[in-house]
Structures are given as C-alpha cells and as structure tokens.
C-alpha cells in the first residue's frame, strides 16, 4: 500500500509544503472513500432532480437503475455515431452510476481529484475558462465550481445526462453544451479542456481531439484519459481502439507533454 502512495506522489510535481499536503489528500481519500470530499458527491443534485427525500430512496433508485443496462446496449445494433447517441437517450442510468461512484468510490474520487490537482499543478487561475468534454452528469465541473472556478463549461452529446446537468447545475456553469452536430467548440478559447475516459466510447478519437486542440489557447492544458479496452460488449468501441496509437502519436507532436498519455501543453 505504501508503496503505491509513494508511486502516485511522483506523478505530482509539488515543491511546496502546500503540495505536500495536497499530496496528503490522497491518503484521507483512501481511508476515508465514503465520507470525505463531500463536495464532489452530486447525490444532493439526483435527489433533488428526481423529489427523493433520502438516501436510502436515492440507493434504490440507484440499484434499480442498474437492471436491463447491458441488455439495452445490445438490444440494437450500435453501428453508428446515432446508433450510439440514441442508447444515452434511453436511459437515466448513468446519472444514477456517475453519482454513487461520486458519492463513495475511491477509484472514481481518486481520478476526479488528481484531475483536480492537475489543474492546480498547472498554476491555472480561478477565473480562466475550463471545459469538461464528455462530462458525464457533471461530476468534475461540479466539483471545479464548488472549489472557486468561475468559468467552466462541460460539453456531451445528447444524453439524459447532460439534461439533468443543463437542469440542476447551469446556475454554476458559464455554458451547457449540447453536442448535436449544430454546435462548434469556440476556437483558441480554453484554458484547460478536460476529457476523461470519453474517447474509448466514440467512433472517432481523432477528429475529437482535433477540435479540443483546436479550442485550447496557446499554452493551453489538455488532460485526458483513454484507456486500452479489450471488451467491446458494452459501450466501449473497437474502432476507437483502432485509432488509440494515432491520437497520442498526434498529441506528442502537436504539443508538449507534460505526463505521458495524460497531460498535454499545446505549443503556442
């Protein structure tokens, strides 16, 4: 165990107390998984979406939501951009996952807040325009917003879940957007652009980090996680494995690497 605490403290660059202590966060996170970092549960905002009145209603929700899930992802093919753009409008259930997970699992926590640190490590100010792709229910802007940053965006395509983030949480966000083919990223506008473990579940990783290159400034920070798969019978696509080696030969020669196949500077 230890030895995995002394691993993750090498991947953060701190050289202050400060840093140590941000470090020390990790620690608390993973005795304390269920309780600690309260801010980055978005169980308050589902419980408010929905009417429930307590945990334990929000739970059951959460575990009735998990039923049929596999079987609506293979009751049709989902051969195409729509194909899978339609399966994130048959269900709510990644509101509910995204949720629990944000509410009490150390791995998912964990990646929020190293995400988070990252940004700090970067020396980003408060004020700087930050954009979340494929953000999910919102999670990390939640989170982003909660901690003082006052220009963040999130970004995904049409889905139950960027209608719920649209309904509860765009009073502490800049701009809701809704990636339905109508809409362009602004161009050489963000500071930071976050994508995490978004690009393994489109069919084209590469015109996507394309255009977030595109919508960074100069100087701009891109983080980003896109995981090797292996199983493609749920949401994760083989074709975007095809083009997985191609993204990052693309990100190293577009931009600095800061920490290999996960921060990227673009080259101003």
Same mark, same amino acid.
């Given at each position: 165990?230890?030895?995995?605490?002394?691993?993750?403290?090498?991947?953060?660059?701190?050289?202050?107390?400060?840093?140590?202590?941000?470090?020390?966060?990790?620690?608390?996170?993973?005795?304390?998984?269920?309780?600690?970092?309260?801010?980055?549960?978005?169980?308050?905002?589902?419980?408010?979406?929905?009417?429930?009145?307590?945990?334990?209603?929000?739970?059951?929700? &959460?575990? @009735? #939501?998990?039923?049929?899930?596999?079987?609506?992802?293979?009751?049709? +093919?989902? %051969? !195409?951009? *729509?194909? =899978?753009?339609?399966?994130?409008?048959?269900?709510?259930?990644?509101?509910?996952?995204?949720?629990?997970?944000?509410?009490?699992a150390y791995n998912f926590k964990k990646k929020i807040l190293r995400t988070y640190h990252l940004i700090l490590a970067e020396r980003i100010p408060h004020s700087s325009p930050v954009l979340d792709y494929g953000g999910g229910a919102g999670v990390l802007v939640h &989170?982003? @917003? #909660?901690?003082?940053?006052?220009?963040?965006?999130?970004?995904?395509? +049409?889905? %139950? !879940?960027? *209608?719920? =983030?649209?309904?509860?949480?765009?009073?502490?966000?800049?701009?809701?957007?809704?990636?339905?083919?109508?809409?362009?990223?602004?161009?050489?506008?963000?500071?930071?652009?976050?994508?995490?473990?978004?690009?393994?579940?489109?069919?084209?990783?590469?015109?996507?980090?394309?255009?977030?290159?595109?919508?960074?400034?100069?100087?701009?920070?891109?983080?980003?996680?896109?995981?090797?798969?292996?199983?493609?019978?749920?949401?994760?696509?083989?074709?975007? %494995?095809?083009?997985?080696?191609?993204?990052?030969?693309?990100?190293?020669?577009?931009?600095?690497?800061?920490?290999?196949?996960?921060v990227f500077r673009k080259r101003g």
């Amino acid at each position: 165990m230890f030895g995995s605490f002394f691993a993750l403290r090498t991947q953060y660059p701190y050289r202050s107390f400060r840093g140590f202590l941000r470090w020390c966060q990790f620690l608390v996170l993973f005795a304390f998984s269920s309780r600690s970092f309260r801010k980055m549960s978005i169980v308050p905002c589902v419980q408010h979406a929905y009417g429930l009145r307590s945990r334990k209603e929000f739970k059951d929700r &959460y575990e @009735a #939501s998990r039923i049929g899930f596999e079987e609506a992802w293979t009751a049709r +093919p989902r %051969q !195409t951009q *729509q194909d =899978v753009e339609h399966f994130y409008l048959e269900h709510d259930k990644d509101i509910w996952r995204q949720a629990a997970l944000s509410d009490g699992a150390y791995n998912f926590k964990k990646k929020i807040l190293r995400t988070y640190h990252l940004i700090l490590a970067e020396r980003i100010p408060h004020s700087s325009p930050v954009l979340d792709y494929g953000g999910g229910a919102g999670v990390l802007v939640h &989170y982003l @917003a #909660s901690k003082g940053w006052t220009d963040v965006s999130i970004a995904d395509i +049409p889905s %139950q !879940t960027i *209608q719920f =983030v649209a309904r509860e949480m765009s009073a502490m966000l800049r701009n809701v957007i809704v990636l339905d083919g109508s809409v362009t990223l602004p161009q050489a506008h963000y500071a930071v652009v976050t994508c995490l473990d978004v690009l393994e579940h489109t069919f084209s990783p590469i015109a996507i980090v394309n255009s977030l290159l595109a919508a960074l400034q100069p100087g701009g920070v891109l983080i980003l996680s896109f995981p090797r798969e292996t199983d493609f019978s749920t949401t994760h696509l083989q074709k975007a %494995q095809e083009e997985r080696d191609a993204v990052f030969e693309l990100l190293n020669r577009s931009c600095d690497v800061v920490m290999q196949e996960h921060v990227f500077r673009k080259r101003g």
